[in-house]
């Protein structure tokens, strides 16, 4: 069977990939840290590598069909050398480097819906770098701009449901109009795999958005109503999040960053949705999935 390495392997959308890549007929092989092995939810073969040392990931890369890269964050820790600039470019021009001079051709990269010239946040800015750090390696590629993904496992559907039960007072930023739309993590996997043999997908940069828009204060009374939960919403005023950002958005106990809040604010949603008839996918509704398992 066709061997696809996969980074981010060990990750919410990397284990959720391996899983659409077995139902698919290919072989994941799992590129992980050492000692990370145990967080693999699915049987894999695995290979040792760290996406920052390039040289490293040559071996993975022996008798490989395809790429998957995943390598991302959502939160920097400065410290420990996990920057935006560090996982989404460097990262990523090693990897495309490397498959490169090691001839694997098929490389498939995780972007992220926002992510452009003109960017604002410097998760988008370095997004962008990858991008264009995969475009110049020659390689036959397809990249991906998922707009939030939600799962069982996610962090930010999460988030709000625990928050959620904790007190029936919740608060959001501003008039809470800006709009997104959440795309379920089984279907950003299936576009990922799918693509692999799909010559229409080479060269394509796809957004992936759910097949509905919301507002917000939307997605929060959705959720709400999936955990059977009364909330109050309560507006606080933009200026007043941008501040307390500017005190304690570095500190890890914040429950948002400057970045997270830039994105949050300007809106997640699609201008198009080529990949899903290209890809023959088929979308969740944001309401019976998270209804189904929250």
């Known amino acids: ?44 073969e695995i290979v040792n ?53 090691e001839g694997v051709k098929r490389y498939i990269q995780m972007s992220a819906n926002g992510t452009r010239q003109n960017a ?20 036959d590629f397809t990249i991906f701009r998922p707009s939030l993904i939600y799962g069982p496992s996610d ?27 959440p795309i379920y993590v089984g279907d950003v996997a299936e576009c990922f795999v799918k693509a692999i043999d799909n010559k229409a997908a080479v060269g394509m940069t796809y957004p992936l958005c759910g097949k509905k828009d919301y507002t917000y204060k939307q997605v929060l009374k959705l959720v709400a109503k ?12 933009e200026f007043a999040v941008s501040f307390g950002i500017t005190l304690f958005g570095k500190s890890s106990w914040f429950p948002i960053t400057r970045d997270q809040f830039i994105m949050l604010t300007e809106g997640n949603v699609c201008a198009m949705d080529d990949a899903f008839n290209v890809l023959n996918v088929d979308r969740s509704d944001f309401f019976e999935k998270i209804d189904s398992y929250l």
Do not use: W
């Open 49 to 101: 590598g760290d996406v920052l040392d390039k040289e490293s990931l040559k071996n993975a890369l022996k008798d490989i069909y395809a790429v998957i890269h995943l390598v991302g964050i959502i939160r920097e820790i400065p410290s420990k050398g996990v920057t935006f600039e560090n996982m989404h470019h460097i990262a990523t021009k090693n990897m495309s480097e490397a498959a490169a001079e």
């Open 226 to 237: 999936a955990i059977d939960k009364n909330i109050i919403l309560v507006p606080v005023p």
């Open 1 to 44: 069977m066709k061997r696809v390495l996969v980074t981010g392997a060990t990750g919410f959308v990397g284990n959720e990939i391996v899983a659409s890549l077995i139902k698919h007929g290919y072989t994941p092989v799992a590129l992980v840290r050492e000692g990370s092995e145990s967080k693999l939810e699915h049987e894999a």
């Open 155 to 181: 962090e930010f559907i999460n988030m709000l449901v625990k928050f959620m039960k904790l007190t029936p007072v919740f608060s959001y930023f501003g008039d809470g109009s800006y709009p997104m739309a």
């Open 120 to 139: 604002v946040s410097d998760y988008h800015k370095t997004k962008q770098k990858g991008e264009e750090a995969v475009k110049a390696a020659g390689l």
